[in-house]
């Protein structure tokens, strides 16, 4: 398939950079995180009126079924303004789940809520504060009709709006390294289940869930009998492709941002960007950006077809790209100087949530790993 | 011009007709020993009238793929060339890639001068001289940087003096890659002292063996010569052998480089015919749980080969992105300088996964690696070195002042 965007592509491109651009700009941010915040229940209703709230999620289940390539364009655009919404977690990686892994009951049962935005479905898998989604400590064991589940998770996305949570735990009661994982499905407001939110540096909130004893209906659970690894597998491909999608467009806001500046700053009488040492730092800057457009393009493609390589060019694509964001807001806050330093200037923010991003669904370290154990060294 | 849904079926349909031809027509003629990968430069052909053909599988594939036009797939068929479109091409390439088929010709005629030369050239130079390099029987050097011209190329100073019906060239190049070894040349003269610099750059060919031309091999520290010193005194050029107008060779210069910037940038995304970095690696050193013995190495090679990844898309990417008519522009000078520097950085993590047994020096078996390490050092100033390069990415397309 050729490495550039379709018709309808570009059309979705327009509609996420004029929606999004308009309303969620940086200074809805910047907002939110002075009235303390949470989220924009507006523009959550905003993005289900256009749909993406079931972009990747088939028709029949009131979705757009646009695939993966269009669910990177849209979060490429969020990263651009650093919009927050659970767009990533519930509409594209527990959907997915759920689509690829769940009965026919439970798909017509969750993925119209999902399609809609009403459910907002929160993945928790992380039990460490590094990402290890192979080490699973909590548990689901059989109690009656249904599950007992127990068990601590963190650093859960969406925590403050999920309506749901998709719990990874280990169904045959045993703490767990890989294949021997479900996913069970627990309401918000379910006994037994603590939610503890904490303010991250980019102004988002997580949640530490602690399971005590929560009690599921079976037909909550999905990959029953450890059958979810190649799921969860996939889903996490997902997750890191479209995270590195989200970096891009984090990462490229600040360099289009930087090379502006560039031009408008003078000293010594002239634009800063006259200046060899700032033009090679730019430009080198770019070149890396355009090999993450590149592989990131290619990743989510490998999603949409599920080629044999998607694994690997998943993890090559957040590893890329994770690198290069942190290499695009340190570059950016040097070339700008003081002023990059301030709070009244947006480029903290840049930086700050690119090093939550980053975190989310494996870092640069952990995926160039895993790229080296799928290529066999 | 958009195509209904029927015409695109009729050309995918067309398509895997050709892809079935091209791969039947592959196993048939390609040498079995043409299918190894190129280990050595002696694997390679260049071609010409002092070539001596390293086999007769070498020379056969040669004239097969030479009577098709497919030793340059997309020029046009009436010089000679494959006359093939962009997608068949690309077909080619990867029926080629999937048997580990070897480029018939390495050649500047091909990667440089040719694409030139049928834009700015005139019918009797492309009738001339474009079926001659497509069966491989001209090979080119090209004159360029001089002693006092190199990053600033259009300083140049070699001159060639208006003598009715023909130039007097007399000036000296330098880098001449295979001056030595090559049939004509392909110079940049200046014929106009008084203007800008880039508006007094004349682009004229000639050959090799006419009376005035000399040339020293220039020893370089991998202990070969590819590269040559070469002097002018009172060569006599024809008119006829004028590209272009005359005072307009720089364009046909620019155009020319950013030919040669594919082709260097290349180097670093041939990743078919070769053996990946991290299996080299595990062969060398081992591993532990299925990871390399040595983490550091691990983490540089898994980095590099992610990279490495991510260039060989971007090549794919200008090139799908340029049929779509979607280019940004100054793609190849993107190429050249990440090509360049991560062949470099290739070989160095060889060195390191050599380690003392990469030092060895003096017999050809042994020292084609420190050699290709030393060789590598010149990727990034060749055609333009990486700062050059950074200039131009700066400039046109950031569109930094100065």
Redesign the interface.
């Known amino acids: 398939m050729?490495?550039?965007f379709n018709e309808e592509q570009q059309m979705l491109r327009d509609a996420a950079k004029t929606f999004i651009g308009e309303s969620s700009p940086v200074a809805r941010l910047r907002e939110l995180r002075d009235r303390g915040e949470a989220w924009s229940p507006d523009l959550w209703s905003g993005m289900a009126d256009m749909g993406w709230t079931g972009i990747t999620i088939a028709e029949q289940f009131g979705g757009l079924d646009f695939g993966y390539v269009g669910a990177g364009i849209i979060l490429e655009e969020c990263g651009r303004t650093l919009a927050a919404s659970p767009l990533l977690s519930s509409s594209m990686v527990c959907a997915d789940l759920v689509a690829t892994l769940g009965s026919e009951q439970q798909k017509s049962d969750w993925l119209p809520g999902i399609a809609s935005g009403e459910w907002i479905v929160s993945l928790a898998l992380n039990e460490a504060d590094r990402f290890d989604p192979g080490t699973i400590a909590a548990t689901a064991v059989a109690d009656g009709s249904g599950f007992a589940l127990a068990g601590t998770k963190r650093h859960v996305p969406d925590a403050p709006m999920a309506t749901h949570f998709l719990v990874v735990a280990c169904t045959n009661g045993q703490a767990a390294t890989g294949d021997d994982l479900s996913l069970c499905l627990v309401d918000r407001n379910a006994a037994g289940l603590g939610v503890t939110l904490s303010l991250n540096l980019d102004a988002r909130r997580v949640g530490e869930l602690q399971l005590d004893a929560v009690r599921i209906d079976a037909d909550r659970v999905i990959g029953l009998g450890g059958g979810a690894g190649e799921g969860l597998q996939r889903a996490l491909d997902i997750a890191a492709a479209l995270s590195a999608a989200e970096l891009l467009g984090l990462a490229q806001e600040a360099f289009e941002r930087t090379?502006g500046y560039?031009?408008e700053r003078k000293q010594f009488g002239?634009?800063i960007?006259?200046?060899?040492a700032l033009?090679?730092r730019?430009?080198?800057l770019?070149?890396e950006l355009?090999?993450?457009?590149?592989?990131v393009?290619?990743a989510l493609q490998a999603i949409d077809a599920d080629a044999p390589d998607r694994s690997l060019?998943a993890s090559?694509a957040k590893?890329?790209v994770a690198?290069t964001a942190r290499l695009a807001v340190n570059e950016a806050v040097q070339m700008h100087g003081g002023i990059g330093m301030t709070d009244d200037f947006d480029l903290g923010f840049f930086m700050k949530r690119a090093a939550a991003a980053v975190q989310e669904y494996g870092d640069d370290y952990y995926h160039?790993?895993r790229?080296?154990?799928l290529?066999?060294? | 011009m958009a195509r209904t849904f029927a015409q695109e079926e009729i050309i995918v349909a067309d398509l895997d007709t050709f892809r079935e031809e091209t791969r039947a027509w592959l196993d048939e003629n390609c040498p079995a020993s043409m299918r190894r990968p190129v280990m050595t430069d002696k694997d390679l052909c260049w071609g010409g009238r002092k070539w001596v053909f390293a086999s007769d599988d070498q020379r056969v594939w040669l004239e097969r793929m030479a009577e098709r036009g497919w030793t340059a797939p997309q020029w046009p068929a009436e010089y000679g060339g494959g006359g093939l479109s962009k997608e068949e091409a690309k077909i080619l390439k990867q029926e080629m890639t999937r048997i580990g088929a070897r480029r018939p010709l390495d050649s500047f005629g091909i990667d440089m001068l040719g694409p030139a030369l049928l834009k700015f050239g005139n019918e009797a130079q492309k009738r001339r001289f474009i079926p001659e390099i497509v069966r491989g029987e001209i090979r080119w050097c090209q004159g360029y940087s001089e002693p006092n011209a190199g990053s600033d190329l259009a300083s140049l100073q070699a001159r060639a003096d208006d003598k009715g019906d023909h130039y007097l060239v007399n000036g000296s190049k330098v880098w001449t890659s295979y001056a030595d070894k090559s049939d004509w040349i392909f110079c940049l003269v200046r014929t106009d002292f008084e203007g800008p610099k880039h508006q007094g750059i004349s682009f004229l060919l000639f050959d090799m063996e006419s009376e005035g031309v000399s040339v020293n091999p220039i020893r370089l520290i991998s202990g070969n010569s590819p590269f040559c010193e070469t002097f002018f005194e009172n060569v006599r050029v024809p008119k006829a052998h004028l590209v272009g107008e005359v005072n307009q060779g720089w364009s046909i210069a620019k155009y020319l480089l950013t030919h040669e910037r594919e082709m260097i940038g290349g180097f670093g995304l041939s990743r078919s015919g070769r053996e990946s970095l991290g299996t080299i690696a595990r062969q060398a050193l081992g591993s532990a749980d299925g990871r390399l013995a040595n983490e550091g190495l691990r983490a540089d090679i898994a980095a590099f080969e992610i990279d490495e990844l991510a260039f060989a898309l971007t090549a794919e990417r200008v090139v799908d992105e340029a049929r779509a008519g979607q280019g940004t522009g100054a793609a190849s000078s993107l190429l050249k300088l990440y090509g360049t520097e991560l062949n470099k950085v290739r070989n160095e993590l060889l060195m390191s996964v050599g380690g003392s047994a990469a030092l060895r020096w003096g017999d050809a078996q042994h020292t084609a690696l420190s050699q290709h390490w030393l060789r590598s050092k010149g990727n990034s100033l060749e055609g333009g070195s990486s700062e050059i390069q950074l200039n131009i990415i700066a400039k046109r397309i950031l569109g930094l002042p100065g």
Do not use: N, T
Request: net charge positive.
């Open positions: 050729a490495l550039i090379v560039l031009k002239v634009p960007g006259s200046f060899q033009q090679h730019a430009a080198q770019f070149a355009e090999l993450c457009k590149s592989v393009l290619k060019l090559a590893a890329k690198k160039a790993d790229f080296g154990r290529s066999g060294y």
